[in-house]
């Protein structure tokens, strides 16, 4: 089992930023994928971002080169620094690791951005 805490979320301004955390409760030496999707209220969950163990790293078209995702395995704690952010970023924004073959998900974190 896993279980994923966010933290980090809030209201901002147009062209602000934002630090979203996912905190573990266990080790991600051994969680291979982990990452950031969003639900807007009427939209499907969409991926946002992802890295594996090793570093590498996916975006959403919509967020490269605004957002940043990053792990700290020596604090199983997955970041997503967003930048510049739009009011199309608006949205729940949930963390979810991939381990031991099933998926796991925190609660959620609401970002909202004004224009």
């Known amino acids: 089992q896993v279980q994923l805490v966010e933290s980090g979320g809030g209201l901002v301004q147009a062209g602000g930023s934002l630090r979203l955390s996912c905190a573990a409760s266990?080790?991600?030496?051994?969680?291979?994928?982990m990452g950031w999707y969003r639900q807007a209220p009427g939209k499907q969950r969409e991926l946002v971002a992802r890295?594996?163990?090793?570093?590498?790293?996916n975006y959403a078209d919509s967020v490269k080169g605004r957002f940043t995702i990053s792990r700290d395995n020596a604090k199983n704690t997955v970041f997503l620094q967003m930048n510049s952010l739009r009011p199309e970023d608006t949205a729940v924004y949930y963390c979810?690791?991939?381990?031991?073959?099933?998926?796991?998900w925190g609660q959620g974190t609401q970002v909202t951005v004004s224009s």
């Open positions: 266990r080790t991600i030496f051994s969680i291979n994928d």
């Open positions: 890295i594996t163990l090793g570093g590498s790293t």
């Open positions: 979810y690791a991939l381990w031991n073959w099933s998926d796991y």
